[in-house]
């Protein structure tokens, strides 16, 4: 391996979906979905394993969650140490890069923070699966009202079809043919030309006859302003629910704190 000048590696990362964040390329509002494959890059041993290329800039970008933060932030904190220590260095760049580094520190530990003290949230899906489970109009001649007919779709099961797809030996992905499309391959064979990722892989499991998972679901009622920024960044928000927005977010993401879209919103603030 020493003497070879270039060679091709596969990078394996776990622990994200197509909606998870990037960052690295000065453009915001970047998810994993949107990134450019990597191509030809140099790397040294240590550096943090890039996920695509921002595809307006062409630059490396980087999961942007928590974890990696944190990674990223102990590099800073280690480069500013060695400069520290580093005979010659001046202390008044030291400070001045200290002092950059600890305000960025602050920004993305308090963010979603920030965000959340100045946004109504309420948790509201044991109010949605009541209401949704009232089948006393069912047989109305007026027919169901809108409030019950907008909760049953908000707490409908929705499954994971496209981890069902890939651990099934499918690939979802999109079409490098067909701008704008997605398509499953696998098993000597392509289909393309869906909307979406999500949409290619039911295909793919419906066809297969695989059986995929249920997404565990939260339902939160939020004011306005949040509801619209969340649906800007691709979330699943009933903007017209009486009483106001519901955000339907996947109770798998864990704490409001940690939440993708919310730290996205909130740097972007």
């Given at each position: 391996?020493?003497?070879?000048?270039?060679?091709?590696?596969?990078?394996?990362?776990?622990?994200?979906?197509?909606?998870?964040?990037?960052?690295?390329?000065?453009?915001?509002?970047?998810?994993?979905?949107?990134?450019?494959?990597?191509?030809?890059?140099?790397?040294?041993?240590?550096?943090?394993?890039?996920?695509?290329?921002?595809?307006?800039?062409?630059?490396?970008?980087?999961?942007?969650?928590?974890?990696?933060?944190?990674?990223?932030h102990a590099q800073e904190m280690f480069d500013l140490l060695v400069d520290?220590?580093?005979?010659?260095?001046?202390?008044?760049?030291?400070?001045?890069?200290?002092?950059?580094?600890?305000?960025?520190?602050?920004?993305?530990?308090?963010?979603?923070?920030?965000?959340?003290?100045?946004?109504?949230?309420?948790?509201?899906?044991?109010?949605?699966?009541?209401?949704?489970?009232?089948?006393?109009?069912?047989?109305?001649?007026?027919?169901?009202?809108?409030?019950?007919?907008?909760a049953r779709a908000l707490v409908e099961p929705v499954y994971d079809y496209?981890?069902?797809?890939?651990?099934?030996g499918w690939s979802i992905g999109p079409d490098d043919t067909d701008d704008?499309?997605?398509?499953?391959?696998?098993?000597?064979?392509?289909?393309?030309?869906?909307?979406?990722?999500?949409?290619?892989?039911?295909?793919?499991?419906?066809?297969?006859?695989?059986?995929?998972?249920?997404?565990?679901?939260?339902?939160?009622?939020?004011?306005?302003?949040?509801?619209?920024?969340?649906?800007?960044?691709?979330?699943?928000?009933?903007?017209?629910?009486?009483?106001?927005?519901?955000?339907?977010?996947?109770?798998?993401?864990?704490?409001?704190?940690?939440?993708?879209?919310?730290?996205?919103?909130?740097?972007?603030?």
């Amino acid at each position: 391996m020493e003497h070879l000048d270039r060679y091709k590696v596969h990078i394996a990362v776990d622990g994200f979906d197509s909606t998870t964040p990037v960052t690295g390329s000065g453009v915001s509002d970047l998810t994993v979905a949107q990134v450019e494959p990597i191509g030809t890059c140099e790397l040294s041993a240590g550096d943090p394993s890039p996920i695509g290329r921002c595809p307006q800039t062409g630059d490396l970008v980087y999961l942007d969650r928590e974890v990696d933060r944190i990674r990223l932030h102990a590099q800073e904190m280690f480069d500013l140490l060695v400069d520290m220590l580093t005979p010659g260095a001046t202390s008044a760049a030291v400070i001045s890069d200290g002092r950059k580094l600890l305000a960025k520190l602050g920004r993305d530990v308090m963010a979603v923070e920030n965000l959340l003290m100045h946004h109504r949230l309420g948790y509201r899906t044991d109010f949605l699966t009541s209401i949704a489970n009232d089948t006393l109009n069912d047989s109305d001649p007026q027919g169901v009202p809108l409030i019950i007919q907008k909760a049953r779709a908000l707490v409908e099961p929705v499954y994971d079809y496209r981890s069902a797809a890939e651990e099934a030996g499918w690939s979802i992905g999109p079409d490098d043919t067909d701008d704008g499309t997605f398509g499953y391959s696998g098993h000597g064979r392509f289909a393309r030309a869906f909307k979406s990722a999500n949409e290619a892989a039911r295909v793919c499991c419906e066809l297969n006859n695989i059986e995929a998972a249920e997404i565990p679901l939260e339902h939160w009622l939020v004011d306005e302003r949040l509801g619209a920024s969340l649906a800007a960044h691709g979330e699943r928000v009933d903007l017209s629910f009486p009483g106001g927005p519901i955000w339907v977010r996947p109770a798998r993401r864990g704490h409001l704190k940690k939440d993708p879209a919310l730290l996205s919103i909130a740097k972007a603030a």
